[in-house]
């Protein structure tokens, strides 16, 4: 099964802690509320932020209410396969 492994490189919220203002959220697999992860609003990312998905799809959503209070932030994704797979190139 093909995954994929995120990691936050960079990471800065222009409003600290207000998660009315602005917020990333991730998803797994789908958009749907039971597929989200944690939203992120704090200042910094708390030490094992970095995600693994269980499937091949990710979702990153960026909410801001003003265009002055866009988060910035920097991901590095790498796929990868697992189980059976591990080792062998993706069809």
Known sequence: ???IFLHWADYKMTTPRDCADSY???YD???RPADRQPVYCDTKLASGA???TT???AYL???AA???LLPHFRVVYTPFLT???RGKRPP
Do not use: A, I, K, W
């Open 1 to 3: 099964m093909l995954q």
């Open 24 to 26: 990333l959220e991730y």
């Open 29 to 31: 697999r789908t958009t």
């Open 50 to 52: 970095d995600r693994r």
């Open 55 to 57: 499937s091949n799809v």
């Open 61 to 63: 959503r960026l909410f």
């Open 66 to 68: 003003d265009v002055h």
């Open 83 to 85: 189980g059976e797979n």
